[in-house]
């Protein structure tokens, strides 16, 4: 059985459908840090209650002063509009935020018996966010199991690891994941900006994946790509 | 400038003195798991506060549900008595918690600016604890630098990892760390109780390092080694 890192977002909702589809059970495990997004948090709800997956909320809300100077749980720092190969999506980074959550969700999955963490990190990350990179993903997989070495067998695995998001929308429309319940917009408004760095992902995967973007953007911008 | 993770016991305050004598900058960081010890949580403040080091202290009691199954968590796991190299000790493990604390002192140090989280696994917490050996430290090290890899550079070390806690109780009588404020033992009473697993490993550290013992226990053993 597997643990799933679930925020509630486009890529989580579709592994954890893709999970289901190969017959592995699953539970889910979300993180409330204080993010701007925590939105999110009630996407995650809704579509774990739609899969009929058991959803813990971890409230590590408490470690946001200590994880300052990222824009998604400082609010000093402005969310910035634009690509994410774009310089400027540094100040979405919070720092060494997969390791904790990875870690977190490692030591639940032991209490429970489980063998797997996995994380909805894709090829579209690797620019930006260094924790979402193969490299990081075998070396935080080697870690855990030295750090369970013996006590339990549990790993690390991102199924998606080498996907883009367009491929990632690909495959959700043929699982029928209910992405139209998912929340990536970094900005925590009522809706999607549609000019943040994850909602022009957003829009640009449903656009080249062919598939119907069923998302209100506040922002209504044309795919580039 | 190092992030040294600090429980208040015997271990971490000879490494806090270790750094401060190797005038390395340290700021300290303990964790409240819900741990039924938490009355290391006190001797950390007194020993971060007698030695002028900033201390942080970071609540993650809701973590507790979470991490069953350990006598340190768990009110329904007895703390066994007895010698770390005894399979009752097992019982003492909280699953993945040095991965998790690390995860988060390393998201401070990347948020700080700072190069290194310290902690003060030493040879012996290997028989028992497989988050304290040299391979899990390695690769929790790499795990981090590839998890921050172009935000930050930061590691993970430590520092007596193949030293005795006999050769720690040395030295920190030879750096005259204040070892007589600080907490090992793992039942919470009021005094230490001098049975359990790590109230025996200081009764012995101290004895065979020829450092008398400043620590008042309920049942006072004498070392057997």
């Known amino acids: 059985m597997s643990v799933v890192i679930f925020s509630g977002g486009m890529d989580s909702t579709v592994l ?3 999970e289901l589809d190969q017959s592995h059970p699953v539970e889910a495990i979300s993180f409330n840090y204080g993010q701007r997004h925590a939105r999110e948090l009630a996407s995650a709800k809704w579509i774990a209650e739609r ?3 058991n959803h813990e909320v971890v409230d590590l809300t408490n ?8 824009s998604l749980t400082d609010d000093s720092v402005a969310v910035p509009d634009g690509h994410y190969a774009e310089e400027s999506m540094r100040a979405t980074i ?3 935020r997969n390791a904790i959550m990875l870690s977190i969700a490692t030591g639940w999955a032991v209490s429970r018996g489980h063998e797997w963490v996995k994380f909805g990190a894709h090829a579209g990350d690797h620019f930006i966010y260094p924790d979402c990179r193969p490299p990081f993903i075998y070396a935080m997989d ?3 199991r030295l750090a369970n070495d013996g006590v339990a067998e549990v790993g690390i695995d991102a199924p998606f690891r080498t996907m883009s998001k367009t491929a990632i929308a690909k495959l959700g429309a043929k699982l029928n994941a209910p992405v139209e319940l998912s929340w990536s917009c970094y900005k925590g408004g009522d809706t999607h900006c549609g000019t943040c760095g994850t909602c022009t992902e957003r829009i640009e995967a449903f656009a080249d994946a062919g598939v119907p973007d069923p998302t209100i953007y506040a922002t209504q911008v044309t795919a580039s790509s």
Chains 1, 2 share one sequence.
């Open 16 to 18: 954890l459908a893709y």
């Open 51 to 53: 899969l009929g997956v």
């Open 63 to 70: 470690l946001r002063p200590l994880l300052a100077g990222s």
């Open 94 to 96: 919070v720092p060494n």
């Open 142 to 144: 080697l870690a855990v």
